[in-house]
T-cell receptor, first 115, second 116 residues
Framework: DTGVSQNPRHKITKRGQNVTFRCDPI?????LYWYRQTLGQGPEFLTY????????KSRLLSDRFSAERPKGSFSTLEIQRTEQGDSAMYLC?????????????FGPGTRLTVT | GQQLNQSPQSMFIQEGEDVSMNCTSS?????WLWYKQDPGEGPVLLIA?????ELTSNGRLTAQFGITRKDSFLNISASIPSDVGIYFC????????????????FGQGTILTVHP
């Protein structure tokens, strides 16, 4: 049973560069969520997909952020023109639809450092 | 907006001691979840609670869904060094219409340190 995987695990980039992260959810899960976590805080919701449809985006997700889940399987999160404030852990989670949707299983995260 | 407050913020205990932590909300929650996070890793789901008053165990961990539906508690019995980490409570975030689509709101975490 494969859990949620994320790549890369760590990314260091210079301010102004674009970065893309990938998330592979648990295979039978049709919901996929992206969260951001900064030091000393709990994860904060960014956006989520049900199959390939992006159903909601947080106000935290500025225009520089875009997420896709083209075939309802893996998802990518792209940040354009990175800023130092984007430095954080980006977490992906997946779940089933219905009552079980609250039981979200997280990947190991991608740690982004913007210099 | 909905916020979850966890206490204590940190705990330093001796191996073998029992641990209690809690989470309170300004709003009613229909589901409570408890996660543990190790440094540099994603949160791991420990326990999910769905009914007010519900008491659920997972090994040495026991969690309770408060009867007011605005709080939840996590207890760890006979702590061991591998219990070290950050414990988060979480609940589904509801929009203004009261509908929740599974996106979670997290508390700020309780940092647990266990001395051997």
């Amino acid at each position: 049973d494969t859990g949620v995987s994320q790549n890369p695990r760590h990314k260091i980039t210079k301010r102004g560069q674009n970065v893309t992260f990938r998330c592979d959810p648990i295979s039978e899960h049709n919901r996929l969520y992206w969260y951001r976590q900064t030091l000393g805080q709990g994860p904060e919701f960014l956006t989520y997909f049900q199959n390939e449809a992006q159903l909601e985006k947080s106000r935290l997700l500025s225009d520089r952020f875009s997420a896709e889940r083209p075939k309802g399987s893996f998802s990518t999160l792209e940040i354009q023109r990175t800023e130092q404030g984007d430095s954080a852990m980006y977490l992906c989670a997946s779940s089933l639809v219905g009552r079980g949707s609250y039981e979200q299983y997280f990947g190991p995260g991608t740690r982004l450092t913007v210099t | 907006g909905q916020q979850l407050n966890q206490s204590p913020q940190s705990m330093f205990i001796q191996e073998g001691e029992d641990v209690s932590m809690n989470c309170t909300s300004s709003s009613i929650f229909n589901t409570w979840l408890w996660y543990k996070q190790d440094p540099g890793e994603g949160p791991v789901l420990l326990i999910a609670l769905y009914k007010a008053g519900e008491l659920t165990s997972n090994g040495r961990l026991t969690a309770q869904f408060g009867i007011t539906r605005k709080d939840s508690f996590l207890n760890i019995s006979a702590s061991i060094p591998s219990d070290v980490g950050i414990y988060f409570c979480a609940g589904p975030f509801a929009n203004a219409g009261g509908t929740s689509y599974g996106k979670l709101t997290f508390g700020q975490g309780t940092i647990l340190t266990v001395h051997p």
